[in-house]
């Protein structure tokens, strides 16, 4: 699927890169984000402007959406000028926003009523990630449309995974944020306990992160901790949001998850304290040891 026709609602940490691989792999991008100021280093790369998502879509054969929060989602595809209109009969839209799995149901539903194929499609790997074109995308829909889309997806994405039917992506998501959530308690508590120890953190980490103990929290974001950096690449109120999803989702079907609630409480008080604009490896504050 080479040299399409996108539009790319929400311009923010992730989505501007994504478009950026879009634009160097020789598609054409319309986008649209609340603030336009967000967009003027891809507009200078040659994406075009549009001043709704409705606009936006309104030539492209794909819409690929990326923003904070499920209300914004909805906003975008159910809104005055949103992207599930009739006139949009035949094509795709794609949400890689972290949204609830019931969402990514209904505008699946509500899409196929009209004649367009919808997936969600949610992704991990953070600013990181998307600047380096290696993002995990977790898809959920029609095999079929996946498959049509996914050498578009590959300019961006380095692990991408078919899960099932609508909604599927976005459960496997609240798998990710599930083992992301008490793996960064682990990975502060690590830091603070060597610290306290009076061990040298930088060959601390050289020497766990190849063990058992490696993740991707640990090798990308703990010596971004060490440093003080807490810039997000991934915002701690959207994380916050993400575990009250999966908190609410795990109640529905009847189980509970006593890691992810104690990282969310966590977590809340970090917004609480106005650290909710930070990247989440700033939970390393709560330990009070840098």
């Known amino acids: 699927m080479e040299k399409e026709r996108i539009a790319f609602i929400g311009t923010g940490v992730m989505g501007a890169s994504i478009v950026k691989h879009l634009l160097q792999n020789g598609n054409e991008v319309t986008v649209y984000t609340r603030t336009k100021e967000k967009a003027t280093s891809l507009l200078a790369m040659g994406a075009k402007w549009a001043?709704?998502?409705?606009?936006?879509?309104?030539?492209?054969?794909?819409?690929?959406?990326?923003?904070?929060?499920?209300?914004?989602?909805?906003?975008?595809?159910?809104?005055?000028?949103?992207?599930?209109?009739?006139?949009?009969?035949?094509?795709?839209?794609?949400?890689?926003?972290?949204?609830?799995?019931?969402?990514?149901?209904?505008?699946?539903?509500?899409?196929?009523?009209?004649?367009?194929?919808?997936?969600?499609?949610?992704?991990?790997?953070?600013?990181?990630?998307?600047?380096?074109?290696?993002?995990?995308?977790?898809?959920?829909?029609?095999?079929?449309t996946f498959e049509k889309v996914l050498p578009l997806m590959q300019h961006f994405g380095g692990n991408i995974v078919y899960q099932g039917e609508a909604g599927a992506g976005q459960h496997t998501k609240m798998c990710n944020q599930i083992a992301i959530a008490s793996g960064m308690i682990g990975v502060c508590e690590a830091l603070a306990y060597g610290l306290k120890a009076g061990l040298e953190l930088s060959t601390v980490l050289q020497s766990i992160s190849a063990g058992a103990a490696g993740s991707w929290s640990l090798s990308n974001l703990a010596p971004r901790m060490m440093k003080g950096d807490y810039a997000p690449g991934f915002y701690i109120k959207h994380f916050v949001k993400d575990m009250k999803i999966a908190l609410d989702e795990s109640q529905k079907m009847g189980i509970t998850l006593p890691g992810l609630a104690l990282a969310y409480d966590m977590y809340e008080k970090l917004v609480e304290a106005g650290y909710g604009e930070n990247g989440t490896q700033a939970l390393m504050k709560v330990y009070d040891v840098l």
Do not use: C, W
Not at 61 to 89: C, K
């Open 51 to 144: 001043d709704s998502p409705a606009e936006a879509f309104k030539d492209a054969q794909i819409a690929l959406t990326m923003v904070g929060y499920p209300a914004d989602v909805e906003a975008i595809y159910f809104g005055e000028h949103g992207l599930l209109q009739e006139t949009t009969r035949g094509r795709i839209v794609i949400d890689m926003t972290t949204s609830e799995p019931t969402l990514a149901k209904r505008i699946f539903d509500y899409a196929d009523s009209l004649g367009i194929e919808a997936l969600d499609a949610p992704v991990s790997g953070g600013d990181i990630g998307a600047q380096n074109g290696t993002l995990s995308i977790m898809v959920g829909g029609k095999q079929e």
